[in-house]
């Protein structure tokens, strides 16, 4: 809940930044080669790998299964602890199988080579490390037996006979501080599995799909930074939205409107805990003049997210460049107070008391959206090409100056609600003349296309139109007519060139939750439970899914795992199970 890594089958740990979710890279090779960091803990000889979370939590087993015997290995990243670990076990279950280690650091995502050198930690003689240090950083590996120095990497070989045990641990430290002591291994698994599980025990909810919804929602816990309250998008960058071209983005930071997004999933799944921490840092992050209001800040609640390209890393599956920071980060997205005003009026609703400042910082960014309102923006996707009226953008406009109202009008809060209804009025008016095209029956993306949109199926959601309007369901026919790739949904067409990038994308998978729960708010039932249930069959073996999907090579395509596609998952199912996600 500070940072997380990704691991393979094999068993390499291919992608780990320490330690926060926006820190530099230690473990790189997910971006690039071997060369550019890993930590394999795998067996030397070809396996059968199968993978499981233990119950409803983050621990992770994986099994590999050779011709000569049975090992298991358990990784672990302790939460709710000021340190930053990873602790590895392996364990022997049947026969006996040939284990390769391999502790490959390369600071700096994948660039910087550390001196590595070996010591006793405080333990004393029995406690051996080995430590990798370059500038501010520190990793300490401790383990029953320690890799060797071999050309340029600490590597080992070693049998693992049934019955037998071995442990492992790396752990993150600011270089100029002594080596931190040793963990126990035992309590830390039992601790970290308990702590996960007496959390999920709290979703009370029994409908349908609920194993990959629990999973979502521990998916959204475990992007959230436990102490700044901070949710990242995904814990990856650069992982191609168009496997070999230049789609290729950094995720983890914390926008506004995926992070209000995950809050409405949490609350409506009975977490009111998280939206009080969130608001926290909310309130920090946007403090200051309305007008300085970024769409995305760093975990911290800091703003300075320059994007820059990283020449030394291949790019995954030569998916180039690789970059770091978000330009996004200066764009005008007019949709994102809407997503934030509706969270907190979901949480007014739901007895989260308003704090006064709090609502002084929610009324301060309304009134300067209702100097600005009608100016064109990049809209939802972060659209590079010209600025445009997205019909989108002004249901939200609509949704922010709504929540606003019923703050003064349900909750008693002070604010100038007769210009508020004045304003959400002429928003709808321009939405329904500008926004609709009443030969095709669809709303379309913007003011001046007579495309479509995925993110026109949120228009009943927010509760802008009833789900039943016939220009709903007009919508709903059009994207799936024209949007509707493999089975799958699409964000927009690429083709029109709107969003000013070379090259395609593959379906959008929080679109096509969008779609189940439109469908199913439409009365279209059995179409949305069809769909939901190819989707669900999408992730991956251990329930996790990434930004969107290649159908024609079965494959994930972006980054991964990723809040939006999850929460979108929990809309769609909490829709099939009765549950309302109309946010009206």
Partial sequence: MKTCALVSRDGSVDWLCLPRFDSPSSFTALLGSVDNGRWLIGPTEQARSTRRYVGDTFVLE??????????????????????????????????????????????????????????????????????AVAGPDMLVLRGDR????????????????????????TTWAPSHLPIREQLDSDVIVETTREEWQDWADRFEYRGPYRDIVVRSLLVLRLLT???????????????????????????????????????????????????????????????????DMQIMYAVDGSRD???????????????????????????????????????????????????????????????????????????????????RHFTHSRVMVWAAFDRAIRGVEKHGLPGPVDKWRDLRERVREEVLAKG??????????????????????????CGFLPADDPRVLGTIDAIERDLMHDGLLLRYRTATGVDGLPGTEHPFLACSFWLVQALALAGRRERARELMDRLVGLANDVGLLSEEYDPADHRMVGNFPQAFSHLALIGAAHELAGVTTVRA
């Fill in 62 to 131: 994986t099994t590999h299964e050779t011709d000569s015997g049975v090992v298991r290995v358990t990784d672990v990243m302790p939460t709710a602890d000021e340190r930053a670990d990873i602790v590895r076990t392996v364990e022997g279950v049947k026969g006996t199988v040939r284990m390769r280690h391999e502790w490959v650091v390369r600071f700096s995502y994948g660039k910087i080579t550390p001196w590595v050198s070996r010591h006793h930690g405080p333990g004393g003689p029995h406690d051996r490390v080995i430590t």
């Fill in 225 to 291: 930074d436990s102490e700044t309250g901070g949710i990242v998008a995904a814990p990856t960058t650069s992982l191609p939205e168009d496997v070999g071209g230049v789609r290729n983005w950094d995720y983890r930071f914390c926008w506004l409107r995926d992070a209000s997004l995950t809050l409405e999933a949490l609350m409506g799944s009975g977490f009111l805990d998280e939206t009080k921490l969130w608001r926290r840092w909310l309130i920090r992050a946007v403090a200051g003049d309305p007008e």
């Fill in 305 to 387: 997210l320059p994007e820059r390209e990283i020449g030394h890393l291949a790019g995954y599956a030569d998916s180039r460049p690789v970059r770091i920071g978000n330009a996004a980060v200066t764009q005008r997205q007019t949709d994102v107070l809407g997503e934030v005003m509706m969270a907190l009026a979901v949480g007014r609703d739901r007895g989260l008391d308003e704090s006064e400042r709090s609502w002084r910082i929610q009324r301060s960014l309304v009134e300067e959206l209702a100097e600005r309102w009608d100016e064109p923006d990049n809209g939802l996707w972060e659209i590079r090409g010209p600025l």
């Fill in 436 to 461: 609709f095209n009443a030969e095709r029956n669809t709303f379309t993306q913007h003011y001046d296309t007579d495309e479509v949109d995925a993110s026109l199926l949120l228009i009943p959601v």
């Fill in 146 to 169: 320690l890799p060797h120095a071999h050309d340029g990497k600490h590597v080992d070989e070693f049998d693992v006979s049934e019955g037998e045990r071995f442990t492992f641990s």
